[in-house]
């Protein structure tokens, strides 16, 4: 008789932490959360849930995980999601992102789970022209997004070859609570919010004009944890998200309203080289899932504000292992800084 546990990686993350719990309610059987804690924080994950500390890039650990508990379905969401560093770790990007996701497909294969759920990204289609939609042709810019295409076709391939079930997501520009308010290179709501919160600048790279269309958790969770119930979404791939794209400058707008600091500052740097607009169209998620009415901008940024008033701040630290320093934001390099004299202490 299958075991009807699922594994959720990632779990003690901001995406991870909102799918551990549209599971509970949906009533799978036993979840296990797996995370190493290096982005995450296990006091995200609720109670109930069991935790096991450990590295998707660890196979060993891995195999044995899947020997011993014998997933009926995997949420895979565990990654370093940071598009525009990935050009700098390189090495670090394709073993995480990469390599580390063939080792839990790997074990999905050999210990027969049904379904295997994947958190690709849009990042996967470059700079077409917007809106991306999931016939078009990906061409990624960055190693973030050449890693995600790369797993996304190794499904398929296991798929053909061993009957293993798939549903892939491709979300952008996720934001609501739970998120790592201090990271310094991913989750722009978030930096926003840090810094309005400890009276500094909102920092825009470039004239604030790129566009890209800002998604509220609570709309995306729930369809990702209902998937491998969904037969229409077997072996499919589906952009989830908001359908309103704004502008950096727009948005920074609404974060300041959302905190109650309508004009706060803002410091414009060096434009970084990345897609100017990226937004999704999500006809083909709509037709293959039950998808509520979408939160809009300002009623996610309000939910998120309230949270984050709420929580400890963490001092925003750099990457430890850069790997390339070529053309690297000057402004990242003050985090580089203040990593290595916080680790030689």
Known sequence: MKNDSVL???????????????LQKLDLGKILALDDLSGGFEENIPVGVEFVRGSVT???????????RRFRHVYHLAAYAAEGLSH????FNYSNNLIGSVNLINAAVNCGTECFVFTSSIAVYGAIDPPMIESKMPVPEDPYGIAKL?????????HEMFGLDYVIFRPHNVYGEFQNLSDPYRNVIGIFMKQIREGEPMTIF???TQRRAFSYVGDIAPAIARAPMVSAARNEVFNIGADTPYSVNELADAVARA???PTHPRNYLAARN????????H?????????????????????????????????????ADIEVEKNMPPSWRKYQRDQAEATSV
């Open 8 to 22: 959720v990686t990632g779990a003690a993350g901001f995406l991870g932490a909102h799918v551990v719990r549209e």
């Open 58 to 68: 660890d196979s060993q650990f891995v195999a044995r995980l899947f020997e011993e």
């Open 88 to 91: 700098f770790i390189r090495r």
């Open 150 to 158: 790369a797993v996304e076709m190794d499904l398929r391939a296991a």
């Open 206 to 208: 470039g004239d604030g």
């Open 259 to 261: 905190m109650g600091a």
């Open 274 to 281: 990345e897609v100017m607009h990226a937004f999704a169209d």
């Open 283 to 319: 006809s083909k998620a709509r037709s293959a899932f039950e998808l509520a009415r979408p939160v809009s901008l300002d009623e996610g940024l309000a939910k998120m504000a309230a949270w984050s008033k709420s929580v400890r701040l963490n001092p925003m630290r750099g990457f």
